[in-house]
């Protein structure tokens, strides 16, 4: 009968063109389930980097809205044609005083005025809805009246309305404006209709189709393609994002809550990291701050993963460290922050969080101390917050940092010193040629079941090198990470969780890539790193079942084949097999479950395939995307060709 099998076979394989001489079997010992998969296995990382929350999350679209930059006109330009008038930043008496400055307008006659380019444009979708708002004064004794319009680059109106009521007094006002066309990159004029000073502040353009239709919320197809991953996790802010170029600059909750007005604006500490890539207009107004981090959280059914700067600045800039006796306040902001999520409404800190409008702890299980740091320094700085931290709140798992790199002498450093200090969970970060990931699906096989628990926290294949600006999201890239990710469940008694990074970047505003989420100021699209996370997160299961495969040796680099796992999955009760073919020749094989009486002939394939070099875009976002198929033919023992360079998943309901 084998031989027959066999056979049979060598003939498909034969007709196909395939790579293996000998056929591939996949044995899954379906009734010895292993380790449970943690439901926190794959989630996202986020980082306001690339533009990814001012300009790209945020629906807002004015940039600098509060004359807040050090260039306080910067984002704005004078609009004088044959009008004369002044435009001054001040801030003297102002609206808001944790960020006083604004825009004293004054239009010697109809005509003179200031346009917002936005974030290198403004996006205007025919006939939606957009909100102009503005928070204003009138100056003396005129009676100052502007236009507000939404223009085209050349200047042709697609929406106007005026707005001619000012009082003495700082007053907000609105209006609604739809403009006639969809235009990419749009701007917003205001225009004085006659003579007359005006102050302004707070001067905002936000769709009324937003994420749940949140006032001033986020982008609805920006969030959407998070929730469709059905996270268990999101990591936010970052990223070396928490620690800033130094202390100064750093990353602090408390400042992120409150009114939007109430939250100072920061530089963006990827404002002006990389020469090839200057962004001298980055800064972080905080519109997304830490309350909307925890609702995000809460909208997509993650659990919040904050990390907090642990008294370190970045080690790649000043690296500035707050001595060991000074940094009780930084320990006690990770407190708060603690008292700010889980606390009752009636403690400080969730009082805060209650008058924000959420009386119910939001249930925040883990804590990350520190991003990307190294050295004793980091380990003596990790100690005294886990001594404090643990000794108040003993529940929430902590996450501490293992360096930038997987395998460097800053990470076998931090390893055995997180060990002996029985640390939580352990933050790895990987950024390494595709070649690395196909090596290293093994990474885990070997790690101490008895240590702590592993948090890859920042991964992704780079097909230049890390940081280069050639970098791209290939589907080889992809498919070396998909790999990884098989070996990332197979250990998933280890690998607690995962993500990808960073999350999401502007066309034209980036400064890193690759990344996993790519848009524009209308549009969005999954990279084939996406899909693949996708896969995997929609197809997580529940205990990791073993896979012998015979027939090839393990997979690498130097030589492809397939990289497999398989899980249990208690509520459909199917088996859940993950096949990533890396050679660029189909392979037959046999897939044998044991320990299973029967399997439905009918089974589900989501299968992901493209050309090594393959890539999604805006004008082509589904280049590489998965494709659901039902196939039949499923049995105890059965036969599939798994295409040249795929992923692809297998679902088949058995009785055990
Ligand atoms: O993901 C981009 C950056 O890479 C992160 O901010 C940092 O943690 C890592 O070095």
């Known amino acids: 009968m084998n031989l027959i099998r066999t056979g049979i076979l060598f003939l498909v394989a034969g007709c196909l063109g395939v790579l293996w001489a000998e056929p591939v079997t996949i044995n899954i010992d379906a009734d010895k389930p292993g380790a449970a998969i943690p439901s926190t296995m794959w989630g996202i990382f986020f980082e306001d980097i690339n533009f990814g929350a001012d300009g790209g999350l945020c629906a807002e679209k004015i940039k600098n809205r509060s004359f807040e930059f050090p260039d306080g006109l910067m984002g704005w330009t004078e609009l004088k044609s044959a009008a004369s008038g002044s435009l001054q930043i001040l801030d003297s008496d102002p609206a808001t005083p944790v960020n006083p400055h604004y825009l004293r307008l004054k239009a010697d006659k109809a005509g003179y005025g200031v346009a917002s380019d936005g974030f290198r444009g403004i996006g205007l979708q025919k006939r939606d809805e957009y909100v102009f708002s503005v928070t204003a004064r009138k100056v003396g004794e005129g009676k100052p009246s502007l236009r507000i319009e939404l223009v085209t680059p050349d200047g042709k109106v697609l929406a106007k309305e005026n707005l001619a009521k000012f009082e003495s007094k700082w007053t907000r006002s609105s209006l609604t404006l739809r403009p006639s066309a969809t235009e990419l990159h749009g701007r917003l004029r205001i225009v004085a209709n006659a003579a007359g000073t005006a102050d302004l502040d707070w001067v905002s353009l936000v769709p009324k189709k937003t994420w749940k239709d949140r006032p001033n919320g986020l982008r609805a197809d920006a969030v959407q393609w998070l929730a469709d991953l059905k996270p268990g996790f999101l990591r ?130 883990f804590l990350g101390v520190g991003n990307e740091q190294w050295g004793p320094q980091y380990i003596e700085r990790y100690e005294l917050f886990a001594k404090a931290l643990k000794a108040r709140y003993p529940n929430i798992q902590l996450v501490s940092a293992a360096g930038p790199s997987p395998d460097d002498e800053r990470f076998h450093f931090l390893w055995p010193k997180l060990r002996e200090l029985k640390a939580d969970i352990v933050d790895e970060h990987c950024y390494a ?198 196939f039949s033919g499923a049995a105890v023992s059965f036969q599939r060709s798994f295409p040249p360079l795929s992923l692809t998943v297998l679902r088949l309901s058995v009785q055990d």
Not at 504 to 528: C, K, M, V
């Open 433 to 630: 040629n595709p070649e690395w990931f196909f090596d290293n699906a093994g990474r885990y096989d070997s790690y101490d079941r008895n240590g702590p628990k592993v948090f890859m926290g920042e991964y992704a294949a780079q097909s230049v090198k890390t940081v280069s600006p050639d970098n791209r999201n290939t589907w080889r890239c992809a498919l070396s990470e998909a790999a990884f990710m098989t070996g990332l469940e197979r250990n998933a008694d280890v690998v607690v969780m995962a993500s990808y990074a960073p999350l999401f970047a502007h066309e034209d505003l980036w400064q890193w890539r690759p990344n996993l989420i790519w848009f524009d100021n209308l549009q969005s699209y999954g990279t084939p790193n996406y899909y693949v996370q996708q896969l995997f997160s929609c197809n997580r299961g529940d205990f990791v079942l073993p896979v012998r495969i015979e027939g090839q040796p393990a997979a690498t680099s130097k030589q492809p084949g397939l990289y497999v796992t398989a899980a249990n999955d208690l509520i459909s009760g199917q088996i859940i097999l993950k096949v990533v073919n890396s050679a660029d020749q189909a392979v037959v094989s046999e897939i044998r479950l044991h320990g299973v009486k029967s399997v439905e002939p009918k089974g589900t394939q989501i299968l992901l395939t493209g050309k090594a070099a393959d890539e999604n875009s805006i004008a082509s976002p589904k280049t590489v995307c998965p494709v659901v198929t039902t």
């Open 236 to 365: 936010f802010p970052g990223g070396c994002i928490v620690e800033g170029r130094t202390l100064d600059v750093r990353y602090q909750w408390k400042k992120t809550i409150g009114k939007p007005e109430d939250r100072p604006l920061l530089i963006n500490r990827w404002n002006d990291e990389f020469k090839h890539r200057p962004a001298p207009d980055y800064f972080q107004s905080f519109q997304l701050g830490f309350f909307e981090y925890f609702q995000l959280c809460e909208d997509i059914g993650a659990e919040p993963l904050p990390i907090l700067n642990c008294g370190m600045a970045c080690q790649f800039n000043s690296g500035e460290l707050v001595p060991l006796d000074q940094l009780d306040p930084y320990i006690q902001d990770a407190l708060d922050l603690i008292e700010f999520a889980n606390g009752s409404a009636d403690s400080t800190w969730g009082k805060i969080r209650a008058d924000m409008g959420h009386a119910e702890p939001f249930g925040m299980k």
